[in-house]
């Protein structure tokens, strides 16, 4: 079983609609959770990362975290054709160590 | 700017011909990592350091070695690539010990081993 589960995609959504990313993780000592957004051979960026069971909004991006159920989600409201790019969802159980999903390919069609 | 740098970007080499990428960050960060990314795998960790001197092993750390002899410099070193080390690496710091910091990337080294 892989630590840190993606559907990989692609997810296409319209232009205006609102894109919902899932990420479901089996350490349930996991703490902090990062959604990184990467472009097509560019580096990944950080979008959000949120740690407390509940939901964190920034602009348009809104992270939802569920420890019971051990799923993190991030949603984009009003999604562009920018935001077209493959989705990391990433867990740390403690300390620096990142471990990542394989990513969610995201298309935004005008 | 705060960045994280890594040289050569683009690199073609034959098996066994050691190589060393280059990884430098200008935050002062104690923490420093190499992952490498294969498509349908994603990003896997290879090395990591927490600070001058220390290292440890990441997920795939075979065939690879790393040195922090210096707070901003992490090398990765491939002693004798072979072309399953075929792939897109990334470097990456961050700050202190906490899980809630941010890893910066930096931009990617995409090497081939023919």
Redesign the interface.
């Known amino acids: 079983q892989k630590e840190v589960e993606q559907n990989?995609g692609p997810l296409s959504v319209p232009e205006g609609a609102i894109a919902s990313l899932n990420c479901t993780y089996s350490d349930r000592g996991s703490?902090?959770f990062?959604w990184y957004r990467q472009y097509s051979?560019?580096?990944?960026?950080?979008i959000m990362?949120i740690?407390s069971n509940g939901d964190k909004e920034d602009g348009r991006f809104t992270a939802q975290l569920n420890k019971a159920s051990q799923y993190v989600s991030l949603l984009i409201r009003d999604s562009q054709p920018s935001d077209s790019a493959t989705y990391?969802c990433?867990v740390?159980?403690?300390?620096?160590?990142?471990?990542?999903?394989?990513?969610t390919q995201l298309k935004v069609e005008l | 700017e705060a960045q994280v740098t890594q040289n050569p970007r683009y690199l073609i080499t034959v098996t066994g011909k050691k190589l060393t990428v280059t990884c430098s960050q200008n935050m002062n960060h104690e923490y420093m990592s190499w992952y490498r990314q294969d498509p349908g795998l994603g990003l896997r960790q290879i090395y990591y350091s927490m600070n001058v001197e220390v290292t440890d092993k990441g997920d795939v750390p075979e065939g690879y070695k790393v040195s922090r002899k210096e707070k901003r410099n992490f090398p990765l070193i491939l002693e004798s690539p072979s072309p399953n080390q075929t792939s897109l690496y990334f470097c990456a710091s961050s700050s202190g010990e906490s899980s809630y910091n941010e890893q910066f990337f930096g931009p990617g080294t995409r090497l081939t081993v023919l």
């Open positions: 990989s703490q902090s990062f051979g560019k580096s990944p960026e950080l990362f740690y990391l990433a740390t159980g403690g300390g620096n160590k990142l471990t990542f999903g394989t990513g």
